[in-house]
Nanobody, 123 residues
Framework: DVQLQASGGGLVQAGGSLRLSCAASGFTFEDYHIGWFRQAPGKEREGVSLISGSDGSTYVANPVRGRFTISSDNARNTVFLQMNSLNPDDTAVYYC????????????????WGQGTQVTVSS
């Protein structure tokens, strides 16, 4: 069975940092792009960041660029999202995802969704 086990969410003050982890299993890590979507209350899901399991190339969405960094440990099939300078607009449920192609980063292209982890940033 495919599993994307996310962890690391929590409550943090504005300006603080959190590190999310996603442990993947049940599929060939190198054949996929692994990353994160988030969904804030009353808003649609939006892509946050993506990393290629094969060559490590990354994409970071504009709203978080310069503050969030994605990385991976292929030996452990794990992806990390380091989130710095958090602000209340980053409050959302963060979902670990996997998709085949990194050409489009849309919810409809996601093949696997993990359970969400709540990130709450207080002002």
């Amino acid at each position: 069975d495919v599993q994307l086990q996310a962890s690391g969410g929590g409550l943090v003050q504005a300006g603080g940092s959190l590190r999310l982890s996603c442990a993947a299993s049940g599929f060939t890590f190198e054949d996929y792009h692994i990353g994160w979507f988030r969904q804030a209350p009353g808003k649609e899901r939006e892509g946050v960041s993506l990393i290629s399991g094969s060559d490590g190339s990354t994409y970071v969405a504009n709203p978080v660029r310069g503050r969030f960094t994605i990385s991976s440990d292929n030996a452990r099939n794990t992806v990390f999202l380091q989130m710095n300078s958090l602000n209340p607009d980053d409050t959302a449920v963060y979902y670990c995802i996997a998709l085949r192609s990194g050409r489009y980063f849309r919810a409809e292209d996601v093949e696997y969704w993990g359970q969400g982890t709540q990130v709450t940033v207080s002002s």
